[in-house]
């Protein structure tokens, strides 16, 4: 069974950045889209950005100007680098990468920002 590993993640202060990353456990033949989401506590888990084969991505509007996302292929893995973080970025975030047998999600790792 594949499984994404997601890596990067931590303290961070308000302004600061920080980079997440994201690999599969073994090698997938073929990978459709990749993406990011989080989820604070009490909140409900919420896509952060996403990016196509292509490599046309799609931010949410609460981080757009500060994160961006990109994908290696060859690599199976994905990033998501965040700028100017805030407080409210405070949330553990996942990655989830689909392929045509389904979609991999990973255990999600913790990001803290404090002020």
């Known amino acids: 069974q594949v499984k994404m590993v997601e890596s990067g993640g931590g303290l961070a202060q308000a302004g600061g950045s920080l980079t997440l990353s994201c690999a599969a456990s073994r090698r997938i033949g073929i990978i459709n889209n990749m993406a990011w989401f989080r989820q604070a506590p009490g909140k409900q888990r919420e896509p952060v950005a996403s990016i196509t084969n292509s490599g046309s991505s799609d931010i949410a509007d609460s981080v757009k100007g500060r994160f961006s996302i990109s994908r290696d292929n060859t690599k199976n893995s994905v990033s998501l680098r965040m700028n100017n973080l805030k407080p409210e970025d405070t949330a553990v975030y996942y990655c989830?990468?689909?392929?045509?047998?389904?979609?991999?999600w990973g255990e999600g790792i913790q990001v803290s920002v404090s002020s």
């Open positions: 989830k990468t689909e392929t045509p047998w389904g979609a991999l």
